[in-house]
């Protein structure tokens, strides 16, 4: 029998474990399917805005893979850390895959990006997800907010902040965060890109829901969409990707129906482009108060370059979404600039090597690019190279059930069981509360509810 650990539940690790046990030319293949955290899933659960719930809906069939009698789900399991590190993982199971992701936002490099008030875009998301690091977010006098970014995940917290509470309450949001977004005073949102609104990296449906929300007004100045020359030139935009052409489409119609819009909305939602970022500005009290932009130009090669003509966006709260970054894992290898562990077709490299034994899938091996299902094509091709080192890697002789080398190791695995637990709490927590199902944002409410005792305290 193959004992294989892959570590990370969200899209990669289970489609990398689905892969190997219902592959048929290595027969006997078992997978424990390690996590950091008490509930799988990883960003389906912690990265998808909770208003998207046919995103949301990819549960189901993650979970159909975890509930395999060959898959065995061990949250609670910090891998890296002194009671766990990778040398040691690799003692216990013939192979390990890692589908870690990539936890840390990029930062814009300006002066001011410090001040109170500036946070990541996947800080925010991991607050209204109910993540159980996140800190929470303090809405309280804030009612002019900047977004960076042209991305999905710039659309999305950019359609939260403008939602109103009514329209959330039916999702599985955190009470708290429910109750800091309902109260708050917000009244523009700025969604800002260096680029043009040719080159945005958002997909057409994301963009088109900014238009639905209730007491809501796009505004987008055609001024502004006109510094683009594909905008302008329609043989230019008929090359452009469908995507892309569909995005224009819809940012043109904005931008003509502009103040034609009857009443007055609730709140609006300014997409700005050609602007990149060059300054935070703040108050005495050290905290922001707008932003400095320069206005660009295309440089006919991809890319922009300043006009030395600035723009000032009052803000009291700026959110950057400009990208992802993997992380070091202690005792593994890693290329910092691409922020990705090295690899040879999901293989470990060490030294340029490959590492028989050690394996990757998802963002920590390809980067921060492709939507859920590009971790399909990216998990198979990994578990067919684990595969192929099948021969050598069940020749070692393995101790007995890693679980019981867990718990030695003073960890308390939360095994499915216990997530199912966590389910049903949130089920009664929501019915309580007069909601749906409602997270639990906390490792304490979490651990409590699976039945697994918190750790002591320092």
């Not at 390990?96 to 300006?110: K, T």
Request: proline share 8%; charged share 20%.
């Amino acid at each position: 029998m193959l004992r294989v650990a892959v570590v990370g539940s969200g899209p990669s690790g289970v489609y990398a474990a689905q892969t190997l046990v219902r592959q048929r030319e290595v027969p006997g293949v078992r997978v424990d399917v390690l996590d950091r955290l008490p509930a799988p899933y990883g960003l389906v659960r912690y990265g998808v805005a909770p208003d998207h719930e046919k995103i949301k809906s990819l549960t189901g069939s993650l979970r159909a893979v975890l509930e395999d009698e060959r898959i065995r789900f061990l949250g609670n399991v910090e891998v890296g850390g002194p009671s766990l590190t990778t040398d040691r993982l690799l003692e216990l199971y013939h192979a390990v895959v890692y589908c870690v992701g990539a936890a840390r936002d990029r930062l814009l490099g300006i002066p001011g990006e410090e001040l109170a008030g500036v946070h990541s875009a996947t800080a925010f998301v991991a607050w209204y997800s109910g993540h159980p690091d996140a800190a929470a977010f303090d809405l309280r006098g804030v009612r002019s907010a900047v977004v960076v970014g042209a991305g999905n995940v710039a659309v999305d917290v950019t359609r939260i902040l403008a939602r109103g509470a009514p329209e959330l309450t039916g999702t599985d949001m955190p009470h708290p965060a429910l109750g800091v977004l309902a109260g708050s005073g917000l009244r523009t949102v700025s969604m800002v890109a260096r680029r043009g609104p040719s080159q945005g990296r958002f997909t057409t449906k994301e963009l088109r829901e900014l238009g639905t929300l209730p007491g809501v007004a796009v505004r987008v100045d055609p001024a502004e969409l006109t510094l683009d020359p594909t905008y302008r030139d329609p043989g230019a935009a008929a090359a452009l990707p469908a995507v892309a052409r569909r995005n224009l489409e819809v940012l043109r119609g904005w931008a003509e129906a502009d103040g034609e819009a009857a009443g007055k909305p609730d709140r609006t939602i300014a997409l700005r482009f050609q602007l990149r970022p060059a300054m935070v500005l703040g108050g005495t009290d050290g905290r922001v108060v707008g932003m400095r932009f320069e206005r660009t130009a295309q440089d006919g090669a991809g890319g922009v370059t300043g006009t030395g003509v600035y723009e000032d966006v009052p803000a009291e709260l700026v959110l950057r979404s400009v990208g992802y970054q993997g992380v070091p894992l202690p005792g593994l290898p890693f290329d910092a600039a691409r922020g990705t562990i090295p690899h040879a077709a999901g293989r470990v490299l060490r030294a340029g090597r490959a590492s028989v034994g050690e394996y990757v899938a998802g963002w920590i091996k390809r980067g921060p690019t492709g939507v859920i299902g590009t971790n399909r094509p990216c998990a198979k091709e990994t578990a067919s190279s684990l595969l192929q080192d099948a021969g050598a890697l069940a020749r070692r002789d393995l101790p007995g059930d890693p679980l019981d080398a867990l718990r030695a190791a003073g960890l308390r695995p939360v095994e499915w069981p216990g997530w199912l637990a966590i389910e049903v709490a949130e089920a009664d927590l929501g019915r309580s509360l007069g909601r749906r199902s409602v997270k639990i944002p906390d490792w304490s409410g979490l651990l409590h509810a699976a039945g697994s005792p918190a750790p002591p305290t320092p």
